[in-house]
């Protein structure tokens, strides 16, 4: 399974932008689907997170800001970014477990995309 990121870029401070993670490969389920960001000199930390077993789970410093979806039938995830802050900027990964089987389930990483918030 592999993922691709798309629809990192440059915005404006209180723009938009939507990422897009879509998973390619064998795959009976997608379990869960999230989005970390790492800032340069910091941890990489939870953005969102939507999940077939638990609720949708938000970092507190975007909750109200960013929706995070998925469209099972494009095995695609989505993350709508609104009013776009500076502290904002990072490189944006897509993480998902995925079953390629009823008894399996791995976890995936993509390769990243930057969002940069210019004010």
């Known amino acids: 399974v592999h993922l691709m990121e798309s629809g990192g870029g440059l915005a404006q401070s209180g723009g938009s932008l939507r990422l897009s993670c879509a998973a390619d490969g064998y795959i009976f389920k997608i379990t869960a689907m999230g989005w970390y960001r790492q800032a340069p000199g910091k941890q990489r930390e939870l953005v969102a997170v939507i999940s077939s077993d638990e609720p949708t789970r938000y970092g507190d410093s975007v909750k109200g800001r960013f929706t995070v979806s998925i469209d099972n039938a494009k095995n695609t995830g989505y993350l709508q970014m609104n009013s776009l802050k500076p502290e904002d900027t990072a490189v944006y990964y897509c993480?998902?477990?995925?079953?390629?089987?009823?008894?399996?389930?791995?976890?995936?990483w993509g390769q990243g995309t930057q969002v940069t918030v210019s004010s």
């Open positions: 993480n998902a477990h995925i079953r390629p089987s009823p008894n399996y389930e791995y976890e995936y």
